[in-house]
């Protein structure tokens, strides 16, 4: 078993936490502290299974291996979404 540690939580890559909502709410705030990571979401992959996006500044190897696999059950997907514009 796999076993992901965000903050204090321990995130279990077998048992869902909860709704998808409720698991990326609970993690965005780590999420978005690891190095690349520009905004974390909700979607789909192309199996339609839910998963939590994290979108991430570049396709750095180094930084994309620091977002985990899976988090609260559901699993994670990386997309380069670029450095966000300033409003």
Not at 37 to 65: P, T
Request: charged fraction near 15%; hydrophobic fraction near 45%; proline fraction near 5%.
């Amino acid at each position: 078993m796999l076993v992901v540690m965000l903050g204090s939580a321990a995130v279990g890559a077998c048992g869902v936490e909860g709704s998808i909502q409720q698991v990326k709410e609970q993690h965005t705030a780590e999420l978005m502290t690891l190095p690349g990571v520009v905004s974390v979401g909700i979607g789909q992959n192309s199996n339609g299974e839910k998963v939590i996006l994290v979108g991430m500044e570049s396709a750095d190897a180094a930084a994309q291996s620091a977002v985990p696999e899976r988090i609260g059950g559901y699993p994670v997907e990386i997309r380069v979404a670029g450095r966000p514009a300033a409003q």
